[in-house]
Every structure is written in C-alpha cells, then in structure tokens.
C-alpha cells in the first residue's frame, strides 16, 4: 500500500506542522537606552519603477540582484529609524520570490521593525508591484547597531495592531530557526540515505568543475556607507550577479531567481577591500537549480577572510520540456555540496511553513454539505496519486522492523510531497479494516498519543482530533483536526481501498484554533490487493 502525505513545509515523513508561538516573550539582560516605540513608529516605505538598468540583460525581468539590493536598503531605513543610528545586516532569512517586475512596473517595498532582541533586531519587508499589487516576496533582516564599542543594548517596538502583534509573536519561531540553521546543514544530518537512480534525467549531464566561476570586484565609495563599510544589499547583488552568469550557463533559456537562503555576513568588508565571489553549481532537478557563492574579502598582501556563502535557486524559463542536465559529482566536495542542497531545499519549506503561519489551509466543515466535502478529501487524495506517476527525483530505500520501505518525493503545485509504498503479508480487506478504524491507530502507529472522536459522520467518514508524541526537536506537542474517510475507489482500472485525511478549520467544529498546532493539506493510503510494479517512479514537473 501506498502512504501519501502533502507538505506545506519539509519536514520529510511528518505531516506539515504549523507550532503555534508562544507569547513568552525574549529575556533583556538591561534596559532600553531608548524609550520604546509603536512598530507604526518605524515603517518605511520605497517605490522604485522598474527601469532599464535594472533588467537582465536580453530580458524585460527585474533583475535578483537589484531588487535584493533595494530590499536591504528600505530594511536599513527602519532599523535606522527605530534607534536614531547606523545599522549593518548581520543575516537574511531565506526568500521566496511569487512574482518577477519587469519593465516598467512599480515596486513598492514596504519595511517595519517586528520585534527586538537585547542587541538585535528583526525587520519585514513585504515587496508588491503595480499595476495589480501583486504579492512579490516577504523577507526578514536581521540588523544590529554599529557601534565602535561592541554591542549597543536597542530600543524595543510596541506592538498595537492584531498583524503586528501576530508579528511579534512569530518572530521568536523565525528566531528559533535561524539560530537552529547551522545545527540543521551539520554533517550529521545529511541525507546520505539517498539513492540517486531513482531519478529520471536527460542524457545529458555536467560536471560541477565545468560550471564553476570566480569573479573580483573593487569596493568603491558608492558601495558602502558613511563609516565605510560596504552596504550588505551591494554583496548579494554581486552575488546574484555571478549567480545568473553560471545559471545561464546550464538552462537552456534565460534563468529566473526563485529563492535565495539565508545569508549570514560573518565578516565585514569596506573600501578599498577586494571582494572574490566563488561560484558553482550544487544541485539540479528536473527545472531548477542551486549555485552556490561563497564570498570573500581581503587587502593586497593580506589573508582573504570569509564574509558569507550565498545559496541561490534558479529556475528555467525556456519552455523546452526537457529536463535539466544531471550534475555528476567526482569529488567527496562535490558529494556533499549536493546533499546539502537537498536539505537546505527542505529547510526552506519548513521555514516557509512559519512564514505562512497565520494562513491556515484547513477545510470549513458544513453539516449540510457533508457528503461533498468527504466526497472531496477522497477525490484530493487520488488526484495526489495520479500526479504521483511523475514524481521525480530521489528514491530512497528505508528499512524499518525488516520491512522495506520506498520513499519518493516531488513538488506538486509549490507544495512538497512524498509517497511512501511498501508491501505487507496480509489482505488488502484486512489492512484497510485496521488502517481506516481511527479507534485501532495508536495500535499500529508508534507516534500517537491521543486519539479523540468528536464526531462520526457515518461508516466511512469520521472527525477526530490526533496529538503526536513530543519529539525532541520540536518545541511544543503536534494536535491536529482531521477529517477522515475511506472507501473503495477505481484506480488505474481495478478497486483499491482508500482512506483519506484533510485538515478542518478548528472554528467550524467547535475547536479551540490555539489547542490546533499543525495540520495535514492531502494525506492518506491508498491499498492495492498487487504488489507495486519497481521502477514506476517519474519525474518531476515544473517546480515553483
């Protein structure tokens, strides 16, 4: 039988989880030197029109480079605004781009300050462009005072309205995170479970040497600030720069900036230093791939320090539907740049899933529409099945009580997903008696703790709430609202049993929204009476 869960972040193997913040609000070890103020206080808002410049080359799109530029600098603003002196970028969150300017659009970036630490700060900036407002990107700095001195103890903000308090609230899990990066990219937590053949590729492919550049730029008094130190927007935009350059040398069209990882400036540069980007590819999938730039600075005569890497995601924009050269790694370096690529692209959907905290994907629940909407959570769960024939690029084999177990992911519409097939000694009528019986789970699933029914619509369709046990890397119990139904569904001409699960929104059924910490999009088994054919595994489409 075959698992199937839909993931808004990747947290492989879990469903999507979605932790409620905590109003414990960050310890100050003194006091503000600084009255506080509103966050109104301290927004600043930028309009730039898309101009010639600004463009690639042979394109009408905005380029990556200046838009992160212009985010940086509207980022500075605020953090400047709320303490009344210089501020530097210490890191930036990883970014998703929705939406690409082009020429002659009007973007407008809008920066606030969300919360502050006892030496840090964080600020939002939300990018949207005319003439449709269009949602472009939402990303988060991390700013720190300059201060000759060493560190300066900030100013906080006062949160007033119900979006700025959501804010605030959630900047303490966006912290967590980013102090947690390191810890998730350390060695032991790589995949090296992975086999690559599971990956269905042209026949063309490239080496990681062949795809490799190095780049020197002169900082030069327009590129820093008043206490001559280079402006972190101008770095990421000579980053972005050679990034496009080695993109373009592998995808067929012109290459578009999806997302950027974070960025964490370890050290500082200024005029006259001499700035080395350092450029190759990491990874590529179907449409998409990773380049990686680590930069560096140094004086002549002097030693190069490291000031940050950069980890960028491009995709194509030819409309060939012919897939990516596969990367061939020869060296135990070029292993494990690709591997890390592959959990940084988890991290990002985990990080996305805090982001997107306050939109919550659950499904109204209506008593009068009942038979529809069960109706739907089946039809959702064999529409994920049918997309699955395409699913793409890793497999990988799990062993588990001497059971084989494969697992294949993809992304299917901007979501992550992953289907897990194994095959079991028993009958099908069996394992979907014990599998669709909510009451029975906590006797075959080893990460229930608490099954409650709340309400059982009829012999096939049930409402329940599900709490997983406390793991170690999460701060907090996973309780989620489901809604589950089985049945017996045609499948690629022959019956299969199914049992489907979606998330319900917790204010339809009565529940309290808070005591709701994570939630399932599209999860389910699908059952088949014949063991699954090997080698059925796809690629995977377009990824957004």
Same mark, same amino acid.
């Given at each position: 039988f075959?698992?199937?869960?839909?993931?808004?972040?990747?947290?492989?193997?879990?469903?999507?989880?979605?932790t409620?913040?905590?109003?414990?609000?960050?310890?100050?070890?003194?006091?503000?030197? #600084?009255?506080?103020? /509103?966050?109104?206080?301290? !927004? %600043? =808002?930028? @309009?730039?029109? *898309?101009?010639?410049?600004?463009?690639?080359?042979?394109?009408?799109?905005?380029?990556?480079?200046?838009?992160?530029?212009?985010?940086?600098?509207?980022?500075?603003?605020?953090?400047e605004?709320?303490?009344g002196?210089?501020?530097?970028?210490a890191?930036v969150?990883?970014l998703? #781009?929705?939406?690409? /300017?082009?020429?002659?659009? !009007? %973007? =407008?970036? @809008?920066?606030? *300050?969300?919360?502050?630490?006892?030496?840090?700060?964080?600020?939002?900036?939300s990018?949207?462009?005319?003439?449709?407002?269009?949602?472009?990107c939402k990303?988060?700095?991390?700013?720190?005072?300059?201060?000759?001195?060493?560190?300066?103890?900030l100013?906080?903000?006062?949160?007033?309205?119900?979006?700025?308090?959501?804010?605030?609230?959630l900047?303490?899990?966006?912290?967590?995170?980013r102090?947690?990066?390191?810890?998730?990219?350390?060695e032991?937590?790589?995949?090296?479970?992975?086999?690559?053949t599971?990956?269905?590729?042209?026949?063309m492919?490239?080496?990681?040497g062949?795809?490799?550049?190095?780049?020197?730029?002169?900082?030069?008094p327009?590129?820093?600030?008043?206490?001559?130190?280079?402006?972190?927007?101008?770095?990421?935009?000579?980053?972005?720069?050679?990034?496009?350059?080695?993109?373009?040398k592998?995808?067929?069209g012109?290459?578009?900036?999806?997302?950027?990882d974070e960025?964490?400036?370890?050290?500082?540069?200024?005029?006259?230093?001499?700035i080395?980007?350092k450029?190759?590819?990491?990874?590529?999938?179907?449409?998409?791939l990773?380049?990686?730039?680590?930069?560096?600075?140094?004086?002549?005569?002097?030693?190069?320090?490291?000031?940050?890497?950069?980890?960028?995601t491009?995709?194509?924009?030819?409309?060939?539907?012919?897939?990516?050269p596969?990367?061939?790694?020869?060296?135990?370096?070029?292993?494990?740049?690709?591997?890390?690529?592959?959990?940084?692209?988890?991290?990002?959907?985990?990080?996305?899933?805090?982001r997107?905290?306050?939109?919550y994907?659950?499904?109204?629940?209506?008593?009068?529409?009942?038979?529809?909407?069960?109706?739907?959570?089946?039809?959702?769960?064999?529409?994920?099945?049918?997309?699955?024939?395409?699913?793409?690029?890793?497999?990988?084999?799990?062993?588990?009580?001497?059971?084989?177990?494969t697992?294949v992911?993809?992304?299917?519409?901007?979501?992550?997903?992953?289907?897990?097939t194994?095959?079991?000694?028993?009958?099908a009528?069996?394992?979907?008696?014990?599998?669709?019986?909510?009451?029975?789970?906590q006797?075959?699933?080893?990460?229930?703790?608490?099954?409650?029914?709340?309400?059982e619509?009829?012999?096939?369709?049930?409402?329940?709430?599900?709490?997983?046990?406390?793991?170690?890397?999460?701060?907090?119990?996973?309780?989620?609202?489901l809604?589950?139904?089985?049945?017996?569904?045609?499948?690629?001409?022959?019956?299969?049993?199914?049992?489907?699960?979606?998330?319900?929104?917790?204010?339809?059924?009565?529940?309290?929204?808070?005591?709701?910490?994570?939630?399932?999009?599209?999860?389910?088994?699908?059952?088949?009476?014949?063991?699954?054919a090997?080698?059925?595994?796809?690629?995977?489409?377009?990824?957004?």
């Open positions: 075959a698992c199937f869960h839909t993931l808004s972040l990747s947290l492989l193997f879990f469903p999507v989880f979605m409620t913040p905590s109003s414990t609000s960050s310890s100050t070890s003194s006091p503000a030197p #600084l009255p506080a103020k /509103p966050v109104s206080e301290t !927004v %600043v =808002t930028m @309009v730039k029109m *898309v101009l010639q410049p600004h463009i690639y080359p042979g394109s009408d799109a905005l380029s990556g480079g200046i838009l992160l530029k212009w985010m940086d600098t509207v980022a500075c603003l605020s953090a605004l709320l303490t002196r210089p501020c530097v970028t890191s969150d990883d998703q #781009l929705k939406v690409t /300017p082009i020429l002659g659009n !009007v %973007v =407008t970036l @809008v920066a606030r *300050v969300n919360r502050v630490y006892n030496t840090s700060m964080e600020v939002g900036v990018v949207s462009v005319d003439p449709d407002n269009l949602h472009v990303v988060f700095f991390t700013f720190v005072e300059l201060s000759r001195g060493g560190k300066v103890v100013p906080q903000v006062l949160p007033i309205t119900e979006s700025e308090k959501e804010e605030f609230e900047a303490l899990e966006r912290r967590k995170y102090l947690n990066y390191f810890a998730k990219m350390s032991t937590q790589l995949p090296h479970f992975y086999n690559y599971g990956r269905k590729l042209s026949n492919t490239i080496k990681g062949d795809v490799s550049l190095v780049s020197t730029e002169l900082v030069l327009p590129h820093a600030n008043h206490h001559r130190t280079t402006f972190g927007g101008q770095i990421m935009e000579w980053i972005e720069q050679l990034g496009y350059i080695i993109a373009s592998v995808c067929e012109k290459p578009k900036l999806l997302a950027v960025i964490h400036f370890k050290n500082s540069s200024g005029v006259s230093d001499r080395v980007l450029g190759t590819v990491n990874h590529t999938w179907s449409k998409t990773e380049v990686g730039i680590r930069v560096e600075a140094y004086q002549p005569g002097a030693t190069h320090r490291h000031c940050n890497s950069a980890f960028l491009y995709g194509c924009t030819s409309d060939s539907s012919n897939v990516l596969r990367l061939v790694t020869q060296t135990e370096t070029d292993n494990r740049r690709s591997k890390k690529a592959l959990l940084r692209r988890a991290i990002r959907y985990e990080r996305s899933a805090v997107d905290q306050c939109r994907y659950g499904n109204a629940w209506d008593a009068a529409a009942s038979s529809s909407i069960c109706e739907a959570n089946t039809d959702q769960l064999l529409h994920l099945y049918k997309a699955s024939v395409n699913w793409e690029y890793l497999t990988t084999i799990l062993t588990f009580s001497n059971t084989e177990i697992v992911t993809a992304e299917v519409g901007g979501t992550l997903c992953f289907r897990a194994t095959v079991v000694p028993y009958a009528p069996l394992v979907h008696s014990l599998v669709r019986n909510i009451h029975e789970r006797r075959w699933d080893p990460n229930c703790l608490q099954i409650k029914i709340l309400e619509i009829d012999s096939d369709n049930t409402i329940f709430s599900y709490s997983l046990k406390k793991r170690p890397e999460l701060r907090k119990d996973m309780r989620l609202l809604l589950c139904s089985s049945g017996v569904s045609v499948v690629e001409g022959e019956d299969r049993f199914t049992v489907a699960y979606t998330s319900l929104l917790p204010s339809s059924v009565e529940e309290e929204r808070r005591s709701i910490t994570a939630e399932v999009r599209c999860s389910g088994f699908i059952i088949s009476p014949h063991a699954p090997p080698g059925t595994y796809g690629t995977i489409g377009t990824a957004r």
